[in-house]
T-cell receptor, first 117, second 113 residues
Framework: GAVVSQHPSWVICKSGTSVKIECRSLDFQATTMFWYRQFPKQSLMLMAT?????????EQGVEKDKFLINHASLTLSTLTVTSAHPEDSSFYIC?????????????FGDGTRLSIL | GESVGLHLPTLSVQEGDNSIINCAYS??????FIWYKQESGKGPQFIID?????DKRQGQRVTVLLNKTVKHLSLQIAATQPGDSAVYFCAEKGTGANSKLTFGKGITLSVRP
């Protein structure tokens, strides 16, 4: 149980392109989903917390107009990297937590490798 | 600020030996701790968790120990196998429904055949 699916797994695109990444909780409902960014050989850095039906909460230093988050249902959150540039190249990982339950582990998708040329 | 850190960046163990991965945390208000395993090119995979009202929890081949006095967390892997080779992260979460998960820096476990 508690499977999180992320799509696509790998994206290569030209500079200036906008890229959408989907995160789905397959067998549970998630009122809260999280988006992380991970550079090579580094830890996961939280970018934003996505709440179903409301605006996302962004961490300090993360541009909300650059990284658009939509969480329209209890099983789907999307992250759109707008006008992506080479410095946006990274490994983006989403995570979801079971709705209404505190102190439960977050379950992670398998990440999206984004490469901007 | 508050942080979660690991003592060693890499750990090399012989197949069949036991592995111990250590983690120090500085937020004394944290009440929930998780160990994750991340294989190359994949997302973190949940291994085991522990709440602050416990000091030990066992799973299949893994044990997590929590010492709140010195703010130390460890993951013990029994009979380490090649498939255990990965990066391991400890993560901590504070009290409150809106508290966030904070990850440590990660340690690479390499299993020698």
């Amino acid at each position: 149980g508690a499977v999180v699916s992320q799509h696509p797994s790998w994206v290569i695109c030209k500079s200036g392109t906008s890229v959408k990444i989907e995160c789905r909780s397959l067998d549970f409902q998630a009122t809260t989903m999280f988006w992380y960014r991970q550079f090579p050989k580094q830890s996961l850095m939280l970018m934003a917390t996505s709440n179903e039906g409301s605006k996302a909460t962004y961490e300090q230093g993360v541009e909300k107009d650059k990284f658009l988050i939509n969480h329209a249902s209890l099983t789907l959150s999307t992250l759109t990297v707008t006008s992506a540039h080479p410095e946006d190249s990274s490994f983006y990982i989403c995570s979801a937590r079971l709705a209404g339950v505190s102190n439960q582990p977050q379950h992670f998708g398998d990440g999206t490798r984004l490469s901007i040329l | 600020g508050e942080s979660v850190g690991l003592h060693l960046p890499t750990l090399s163990v012989q197949e069949g030996d036991n592995s111990i991965i250590n983690c120090a945390y500085s937020n004394s208000a944290s009440d929930y701790f998780i160990w994750y395993k991340q294989e190359s090119g994949k997302g973190p995979q949940f291994i085991i968790d522990i709440r602050s009202n416990m000091d030990k929890r066992q799973g299949q081949r893994v044990t997590v120990l929590l010492n709140k006095t010195v703010k130390h967390l460890s993951l013990q892997i029994a009979a380490t196998q090649p498939g255990d080779s990965a990066v391991y992260f400890c993560a901590e979460k504070g009290t409150g429904a809106n508290s966030k998960l904070t990850f440590g820096k990660g340690i690479t476990l390499s299993v020698r055949p």
